[in-house]
């Protein structure tokens, strides 16, 4: 069974940089075939797919938040991490990371619980 567990802050300034980490048991983010994604749900709005990293370190952005967004990974710690600058109020959601069989989706195999993430100064 795999577990993903999002950590971070739950509240963060406007302009300021948003920083989540997902860690992963019971499976590899180095197994083929796989995508670590980056989810999240504004309040009273649907999901929202906002990246991916694969099992071979390659990496995809929505075009809307792609200059504002970084996933990296490290493998030794069987973590991956998202970053997102620059933000605003509109950038408070719950937050998901989640394995995905493709990119561009919020159709997930797992999915970590969720962390809260506030933009407000």
Do not use: H
Not at 37 to 58: C, D, F, V
Not at 63 to 75: A, C, G, N, V, W
Not at 103 to 112: H, K, L, N, S, V
């Amino acid at each position: 069974q795999v577990q993903l567990q999002e950590s971070g802050p739950g509240l963060v300034k406007p302009s300021q940089t948003l920083s989540l980490t997902c860690t992963v048991s019971g499976g590899s983010i180095t197994t083929s075939y796989y995508y670590w994604s980056w989810i999240r749900q504004p309040p009273g709005k649907g999901l929202e797919w906002m990246g991916a990293i694969t099992s071979s370190g390659n990496t995809y952005y929505r075009p809307s938040l792609e200059s504002r967004t970084s996933i990296s990974r490290d493998t030794s710690k069987n973590q991956f991490t998202l970053q997102l600058s620059s933000v605003t109020p509109e950038d408070t959601a719950v937050y998901y990371c989640a394995r995905t069989r493709r990119r561009q989706t919020t159709d997930y195999d797992y999915r970590g619980q969720g962390t809260q993430v506030t933009v407000s100064s």
